[in-house]
């Protein structure tokens, strides 16, 4: 089954209502062997607050070094979202492969009058897929309320809930107290529970949980575990203090609000649940790490400045009174309100617990469930708003926003996390330049994309000068492929009809059907004149290499790196310079050689190599900067550790080298207030696990996927994107074979509109092609080659002279070819 056929039967189930109940998902997990035997799990239930829970719940545990699985709704994008594994999407094969498993049994429970819903296969298929890649623990968030959910179909270590408002009370309760009833129903027997409660709610926790002979954990204010909100450190990080009963921690969050300091304490207090329930280890190094690495989209995200553009998921009164609060806590002289919510929700509420704005902008995300804009608009014009728009979509309400505000000002969209998707889809978009020498590289690439088999057909044989993927909501797809065909070229659109997640178009003509598209799309609304732009400014990339006013040397030709690695452990050249004047001297012979940048590291990354200290490793590399901080050549620090960089950098380096993608928060802070370029590394483990397989659909299409959040971290942080360069990370958690695709489609990667490196010397990869350690300078500068010519802005390499020779090689042909076409 193709992931197209899977994703339309999946949304197809969403026409099926809700109906409380375990017994379906109970039927559906015993028709793949029961996998829920075969996991632990922490279940986190709540009106607000519990998916910011599970995600630094998940994120601590990851720190702590255990294989963790995190369960959350809704999804911003894709489905895939929802399931996740030490951060990385379900796989669409694994998709796939449970629907094609579970189809004939789904099938016949829906024709008996008996279907299941789409929360409850999508909750079958993140247990299945965890038991079968064998996590150690798996966080699930609760969807709608806690007994009868689809989650509680498992039985759970330890559980929580996070807070009670009065919520869905048509199927919750209509008291405080009958909600909290029905969360608190999932504390497993005998167990701790954890929950941030108060009042009333409280003692009805107290009494589920005494039921079945447990005991509760709360939080709060003179509880067991007790937050405190420190206060906002810098635009998207604030500090809490948690006091438990073992330990004090003090953390950064990347999250604004006092809220979040309950959320953080909540957290810690699962973990420690489950390390006194089964064993499992913390400390508060970990916790501290897991806190701050806790990235939750969506959730107040400031994901510009000057003027702020915040997004948050706040659904309900309560959540937008709490919006307000954080928001007060930002220096701002305007504020601009995008505002679209679902049908069912309480709007007179919501809009009287927002600060009031001096803008307003309704509009209608693309569901069905969302509001019409005009009767939001009524509610903003009851509650005393002035100066009240609406916006056919969501696109257009922002631009309108943009359009009013001044740097000074902050721009609010809020209503309904399916609002905040469509914004963050707008800002985050990638398009990507595909490479497509022949018919049989476009078949490939079409089935990739999901299209059908006549699509298939047609396609590659229109494939011309330039080839765009991206992805657009289903309505963009249709203005889009119309308006492309009409420009001359051709346009295919992926296999996925319902609106569920966004449609994947490829986008094939010549520069002049690509010309004539941008200039008819920039007349349209819906976003369209922003993803012109985009497109647009791949095309000309791609036709014209542009140079930047930073005066690096990949600004304008293929860089070449030199690698000085003064290690006694690294895989190519260990122990050959630890010795300064060894160090200084294969420095000045790099330089000679043809070096733009010396790139210099104290820790080897290869596959079984033992960490060192900071100390140890700024004893190694800064004596060695400080030697040859005169050459005429770039400096650059290969380190993974944020006071390890700082002391480079002081010591005369002015590039950071980051081979974990800046998974340290304070490099990334440590960068932005330098302001030096940063290279942002694809890598799933650091030092290589070289028993780990992951399960990549596409290896380029992935790997640029989760590189696109690396990137918006580190903009969020103060990072220009200019001064961004990213590498896909060659045989760092990939095989020889995929490490090959990186390489051939190295072009690619411009999509995340950054310089792009590629790192390949002497690696592993060779020796798919027959090439031992010993043998590989050969296939090196081949690769070097390649990536060059495939559009590489910096190539990183032990042997200068031999790589420097095939990149002027390159350049000299290209710039050859270019004389004689002008």
């Given at each position: ?262 959320n953080a304490a909540l957290a810690v ?251 008819a799309l920039q007349k349209q609304s ?94 190694r590399i800064v004596p060695v900067i ?197």
């Open positions: 089954m193709d992931y197209y056929e899977a994703a339309n039967f999946l949304f197809d189930l969403r026409r099926f209502s809700v109906r409380p109940g375990t017994a379906s998902v109970t039927e559906l997990l015993a028709e793949v062997d029961n996998p829920q035997d075969d996991v632990k799990f922490i279940q986190i239930a709540g009106s607000n607050g519990k998916g910011s829970t599970a995600r630094m719940t998940e994120s601590i545990l990851r720190e702590s070094g255990y294989t963790v699985g995190l369960y959350t709704s809704p999804h911003l994008e894709t489905v895939r979202e929802r399931i996740r594994i030490d951060g990385r999407m379900i796989s669409k094969g694994a998709i796939s492969e449970f629907i094609d498993r579970t189809r004939p049994f789904l099938i016949k429970r829906a024709a008996a009058g008996n279907p299941l819903t789409f929360f409850e296969v999508v909750t079958a298929m993140g247990i299945w897929y965890f038991a079968r890649e064998g996590v150690d623990v798996a966080v699930l968030e609760v969807g709608l309320g806690g007994e009868y959910d689809a989650t509680s179909a498992v039985d759970p270590l330890c559980g929580c809930v996070t807070n009670v408002t009065l919520e869905h009370t048509g199927v919750l309760g209509e008291t405080i107290e009958e909600i909290a009833r029905t969360k608190a129903k999932i504390a497993p027997p005998n167990q701790p529970f954890v929950t941030g409660t108060t009042g009333e709610a409280l003692a009805v926790v107290r009494s589920v949980v005494e039921e079945v002979n447990g005991s509760v954990v709360t939080v709060g204010e003179g509880s067991e575990v007790s937050p405190t909100y420190n206060g906002r450190v810098n635009h998207i990080e604030s500090e809490v203090t948690i006091e438990t009963e073992r330990q004090t921690i003090t953390s950064q969050i990347p999250q604004l609000g006092a809220h979040q300091a309950t207090a699962l973990v420690e649940q489950l390390e006194a329930i089964a064993g499992f280890e913390s400390s508060s190094e970990t916790i501290e790490r897991g806190l701050r690495n806790a990235h939750w989209p969506g959730r107040f995200e400031v994901v510009e400045q000057q003027p702020f553009l915040i997004l948050d998921g706040a659904h309900n009164p309560a959540a937008c009174e709490t919006l307000g609060e954080t928001l007060s806590t930002l220096s701002y002289e305007n504020l601009h309100l995008v505002f679209g919510a679902m049908h069912d929700k309480d709007h007179d509420e919501m809009v009287g617990a927002l600060p009031k704005a001096d803008t307003v902008v309704t509009c209608e995300p693309n569901l069905d469930r969302a509001e019409d804009p005009a009767v939001l608009a009524e509610v903003f014009g009851a509650a005393g708003a002035e100066d009240v728009a609406t916006a056919g979509t969501v696109s257009d309400a922002l631009a309108t926003a943009r359009s009013k505000a001044n740097e000074r000002d902050c721009i609010l969209l809020t209503g309904s996390l399916f609002l905040v998707a469509e914004v963050r889809t707008e800002i985050t978009r990638t398009a990507t330049e595909k490479r497509v020498p022949n018919q049989e590289r476009a078949q490939q690439l079409l089935s990739h994309a999901e299209m059908d088999t006549e699509t298939i057909d047609r396609f590659a044989k229109q494939t011309t000068h330039h080839t765009i993927e991206l992805t657009v909501s289903h309505r963009q797809a249709a203005i889009i492929s119309e308006s492309m065909v009409r420009a001359g070229g051709d346009c295919a659109v992926s296999g996925v009809t319902t609106t569920g997640e966004l449609q994947t178009i490829l986008l094939t003509g010549s520069t002049a059907a690509f010309t004539k598209l941008n200039e819906a976003g369209l004149s922003s993803i012109a732009d985009i497109i647009y400014g791949q095309i000309r990339r791609s036709d014209a290499r542009s140079a930047a006013d930073n005066d690096y040397p990949w600004d304008t030709q293929t860089a070449i790196m030199g690698i000085l690695n003064v290690t006694p452990d690294s895989f190519h050249d260990g122990g050959e310079y630890v010795d300064l004047e060894a160090a200084k001297e294969q420095a000045e012979s790099l330089c000679a050689a043809g070096a733009d940048i010396i790139d210099i590291g104290g820790e080897s990354t290869r596959p079984g190599a033992e960490p060192v200290s900071v100390e140890t490793e700024i004893d400080a030697a040859i901080s005169e050459l005429d050549v770039h400096i650059s620090v290969d380190t993974r550790k944020a006071a390890v960089a700082e002391a480079a950098l002081d010591a005369g380096a002015d590039i950071i080298n980051d081979v974990t993608g800046l998974e340290d928060p304070q490099m990334r802070v440590l960068a932005a207030e330098r302001d030096v370029p940063v290279i942002i590394m694809h890598s799933i483990d650091t030092p290589v696990d070289p028993d780990r397989i992951i399960d990549y659909d596409d290896v380029v299409a992935d790997v640029i996927n989760e590189l696109r959040e690396r990137v918006l971290l580190a903009e969020k942080a103060g990072i220009q994107r200019e001064k961004l360069i990213v590498d896909p990370g060659l045989g760092f958690g990939k095989t020889a074979e995929e490490s090959f695709a990186l390489l051939n489609r190295i072009g690619e990667f411009h999509a995340l509109g950054c310089p792009v490196l590629v790192g390949h010397s002497h690696k592993s990869m060779f020796g798919h092609i027959d090439r031992d350690a010993a043998d590989r300078l050969a296939a090196t500068i081949a690769a070097t080659a390649l990536a060059t010519d495939r559009g590489a802005d910096v190539i990183r390499v032990h042997d200068v002279d031999e790589n420097r020779a095939a990149v002027d090689v390159i350049h000299a042909a290209n710039n050859a070819g270019a004389d004689i076409d002008s």
